[in-house]
Every structure is written in structure tokens, then in C-alpha cells.
């Protein structure tokens, strides 16, 4: 362990208990239960959340569903109007609610808030939306017929979420599966019970100012269930539920994936990421090297689109990599709450011992390491704050080809931009990717079916931090989901195309004769 002369962290349970307070949890809520929630920042623990029991879950599970049922009745622009009021409360919340995200994951400041503002945009997104739920009028073959599509509300939305984005992933699928007129059930990370009991408590608020001004809404229109994996397992087997959009570790997805294709239940996944950055000869090294530093070292690693594998060509490599070298020795790792720090903690143990076990295959297998190593902070000796890492690489091969939750960022070398591309998707997952040229051609081809094969494809942009209008998600392993912008609202509904016969007649598709 090095030391990194820093001020002394002070106990954060108590300013937790406050900020809980102002966010209206009753105190009864995170004292004296099982769920044992920690800050990374120190490490020490900042609450007892009460867990549901299997029974416990399957009857709000139940719930939930009847819920829904007089939810999709409620025309959607009304569905609109609470969204709306949600957006309110978190406006109206935004400091205490991105204080709490920072000090439960560990993220600086202003990643803390811009976690709630991602849940703020994304219900002004919904808002809008949910006077846009469009279906198409289809030319039909016969006479005096229309045929259209129309989409219906979909039944149980169930949200499975990771520690990383503890809020803003269950409002990116709240807000959406509302509007479409479906009640939600939320398992949050067991890691996070704290954000997401505040989340819940904004929610009633504006739940409860929804029904003040005459709006219809049921009681159990939005569930949480606190609890472990075996939690998560009751709501993706629940029949009612026919929709699980769940974040978190591949292991996950595919314990997931196949007990939900079991019961033909749809799945959002949305999964582990190794996501990688091209620089090209043309690159614009000046920005290239913050879009790379943020992207690799920010959050502390802890992205799904954070940058794992940077392939510098060998013309540019002796002059990018030292600059961004030297980026990594004086980055500034330390209190998250403090002003200046740009690296907060790890989530915790764990988390720390896969980053050296991956740091040791490196070595094994010829990597160069710069970093990596833990930082101690005065009064955090539970906490787990380390060196981000650049190793250099030979070959992609080893722990490059899996993702590492933590800041590692593996740089190689390349000539071609077809052998690199090559190698580029040559790993299991597919979530982001970006390219740094101004060659027209290059930036082209990245983008074209022949470059990156990801769901996200960036030019002149590091890989991490989407907005919300796109819609989100990554191929092969990542899952395949997609959620938030776009149309990614169809994945919350179901579409039934009608035909409707204005006519005397009863002509038959495809010109099938059936006269009795
Ligand atoms: P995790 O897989 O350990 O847990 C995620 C959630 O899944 C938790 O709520 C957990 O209780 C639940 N869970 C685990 N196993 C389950 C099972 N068999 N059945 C039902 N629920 C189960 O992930 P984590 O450590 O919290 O988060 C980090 C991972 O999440 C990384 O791999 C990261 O890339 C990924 N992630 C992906 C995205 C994305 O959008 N692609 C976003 C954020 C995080």
C-alpha cells in the first residue's frame, strides 16, 4: 500500500442519516435489518435495510400485477403526468439524492449528480414520449380494409439493477415502462439499498401528488423488494412478470436469460462490457487523451462502458502513450466528496482482489504495469482506493479478452486499420467503442457494418457516458438490450396488428377461395 497525503475522512453515517431523513425515509427503514449497507469511501457501514422473504416477494410481485391491471387503463399522456412529477421530486432533490449515490458507490461529486440528472432527463424523455406512442397504418391487399398496428400496455415490468448506476438504471426503465402503462418491481443491488430506499420514498411523494390532483393510480404501481440473488430469482420466475430488464454481470445475464426464455418471458440484458478506443495517425492526441483519461480512469473503472483496451497505432504510440503515462501517475485518486479527486474508492474487497488477479495474469503473460497499486487514505483502512492501471500489451490475449471491473486499461499497438478491426471485436462482448481520427474514411468504416461491431460506436468521443436519447445497449455478451431513447420503448409493450373490414365482402389474403 502507498500513501497519498490526504485530510483524514470523517464518519459519513450520520450525514447518511441525515440525508435519508430529508429524502423522507422514515428512520425504521435502514436501521436494524439484514441488508448491511457500506461507503466504499471508508468502508464503514451506513445502514440495516429490512429484506423481503421469498413468500414476502412473490405476493407484491402479485400486487404489482393487479396494480397493473387498472394502470394500462389510464390513458397514457395521464401515465405522462406522473413521470412528470417524478422528474420534480428528483429536481427538487438532486443535491441530497447525488450526495447519497456518491457516498453509497464512491463516485466524485459531480458523477453523483449527474447519475440523478440522467433520471431527470430521462423522465422529461418519457413525458414527451408518452403522448408519442405511435403505431403505423399498413397498406392492406383487400378493399375496404385498414390494417394498423397498436401498442398495449405489457404487464409487470421487472428491473433488476447493479451497483454501479444504483438509480439512474431503474429510471431508465421505470420511467419508460410507466408511460407504456405498466407497473414496475424493482430489485436493486444488494449493494445499494440505501439510494434506492431514497428513490423509492421521491417516488411516493410524487405518487402521492399524482392522486392529490385526482389522478388514478394503485397503491403497488411501484414495488421494491430488497434482497440478495435469490430475491432477483423470485422475480424472474414469477409469471406474472413478462419483462425483466436486468443490469449487471454477464455470470448474471446468463443465469438470467435462459430461466426467463424458459417461461417465454422477454428480457432487456444488459451486461458486462470491455469496451475499446482506437487512435489513429490523424487523431487529435490533446483530446484524445482527456476523452481516454476520463474514460478509462473515471468512476474508478467501474462502468459498464468503461475503457479497457486502447490500440494506439505505431506511428503515434511514442508520443501518445508517455502523455497519457504520465496522465495516469498524477491523476488525483482520493475522497470522492472532496473537490479535485477524479478516482473515489472500489466497491470493495472483491472488487479489489479481481483487479490484482487480473493484473497478475497480465504479468503472466508478458504485460507491463504501470499502477494498479492500493492507496492508503487516512481513516479508510476498510476502504479500498487504488493507482488506476495501464498495462502495456503485446498481444490481446489473457485477462484483455474479460472484462476486470476495475481501472485497467490494457494499451496495444497496431498498422492496419483492417487487422485492427478485426482484433477490435475479436472479444465476447459488444457493448461500446470509439475511434479517434480525422480521416474521414477511417471514421466511416468504424461506423460502417464492417467496423465496430457494438452497440455503441463513437468518433472522436471515449466509449463511456451515453446520453439518454440513443437508445442503450451492447451485442454478445453484453446482452443484446437496449433501453432508455430511440425506440427502445417498444421492449415495454406489445404490439397487436388489427385489421378491420369496412366492406360488404369477405375477400380472403392471398386470394384463398372458401365459398360454402
Ligand atoms: P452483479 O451481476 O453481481 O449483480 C447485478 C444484480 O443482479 C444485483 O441486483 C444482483 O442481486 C442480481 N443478481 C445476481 N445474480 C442473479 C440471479 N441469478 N438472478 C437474479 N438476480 C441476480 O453485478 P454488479 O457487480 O452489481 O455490477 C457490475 C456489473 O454490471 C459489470 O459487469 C457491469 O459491466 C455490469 N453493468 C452493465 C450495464 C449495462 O448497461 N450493460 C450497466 C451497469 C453495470
Partial sequence: MTDTPSRSITSLADEVDALLARLGVEPGRHKGGTLVARTPITGEITGRVHEVSAAQAA??????HAAFLEWRQVPAPKRGELVRLLGEELRANKEALGRLVSIEVGKIASE???E?????????FAVGLARQLYGLTIATERSEHRMMEIWHPLGVTGIISAFNFPVAVWCWNAALALVCGNSIVWKPSEKTPLTALATEALFARALERFKQAGGPAPDALSVVLFGGRDIGEILVDHTKVPLVSATGSTAMGRAVGPRLANRFARAILELGGNNAAIVTPTADLDLTLRGVAFAAM?????????????FVHETVYDTFVPRLKRAYQSVTIGDPLQAGALVGPLIDHGAYSSMQKALDAARAV???VLGGERVALAGADEAYY???ALVEMSTQTGPVRHETF????YVMTYRDLDAVLELHNDVPQGLSSSIFTNDLREAETFLSARGSDCGIANVNIGPSGAEIGGAFGGEKETGGGRESGSDAWKAYMRRATNTINFGRTLPLAQGVKFDL
Fill in 116 to 124: 440523478v440528472q440522467e433520471m431527470i432527463d430521462i423522465c422529461d
Fill in 366 to 368: 508478458g504485460g507491463h
Fill in 298 to 310: 473515471g468512476t474508478a473503472g467501474q462502468r459498464c462502458t468503461t475503457l479497457r483496451r486502447l
Fill in 59 to 64: 405476493v407484491e410481485i402479485d400486487k404489482a
Fill in 386 to 388: 487504488v493507482r488506476p
Fill in 112 to 114: 453523483g449528480l449527474g
Fill in 406 to 409: 476495475a481501472p485497467i486499461l
